[in-house]
């Protein structure tokens, strides 16, 4: 029964972190945009092209924002499919981070870009690694471990995204009328 319910609230928080993610990502939230798309298609097929300021020195941010976005994802697949091997746990972020890519180019949501998704790629790797490591040393306690973890983390984040979202959404919004 407890195991049950570990895998249950292990599902929940991950449905809230995708839910996170798709917003950070597809629809660029808490921030306020008039407007989800700017009509504008870029693809951009070579990495780390787009990554340099204008003396050629390399802009880390958004590379660290991308693989930090993703820990979590490797880390709750290793939760989640602890038995499947490496390569297959690695699949789904490279999967869902290129369904980010095209969605965006799709909707003109942003600027589709190959160094996202090797950023998002390698964060999920990260995290699958973080999650073996963790599983040696908490051994049977891990995922009770990790899901109080978890769960003090997104209900941080959610609090953290809901005063952005109306920092943005209500307040931005009343001084630009």
């Not at 991950?14 to 298609?41: N, Q």
């Not at 020195?57 to 490496?86: A, C, D, H, Q, T």
């Not at 190959?114 to 964060?123: A, E, F, M, S, W």
Request: aromatic content about 12%.
């Amino acid at each position: 029964m407890k195991l049950q319910k570990q895998n249950t609230l292990t599902i929940t928080l991950f449905i809230v972190y995708i839910l996170l993610l798709t917003g950070i990502i597809l629809f660029k939230l808490p921030f306020y945009s008039g407007k989800i798309s700017d009509g504008i298609r870029v693809i951009n097929l070579i990495p780390l092209q787009g990554s340099f300021d204008e003396n050629d020195v390399i802009l880390l941010r958004e590379i660290i924002y991308n693989i930090l976005l993703f820990i979590p994802l490797g880390i709750y697949i290793r939760m989640l499919k602890s038995e499947w091997p490496f390569k297959k746990k690695v699949l789904p972020v490279i999967a869902l981070s290129l369904s980010f890519e095209v969605i965006q180019l799709i909707f003109a949501m942003g600027r589709t870009d190959v160094t996202d998704i090797l950023g998002n790629t390698l964060g999920g790797i990260i995290g699958i690694g973080m999650g073996a490591i963790l599983f040696k040393i908490f051994k049977n306690r891990t995922v009770k471990i990790m899901n109080i973890f978890a769960l003090a983390v997104t209900v941080c984040m959610v609090l953290r995204f809901v005063q952005l979202f109306y920092l943005s959404h209500f307040v931005m919004r009343a001084l630009y009328r």
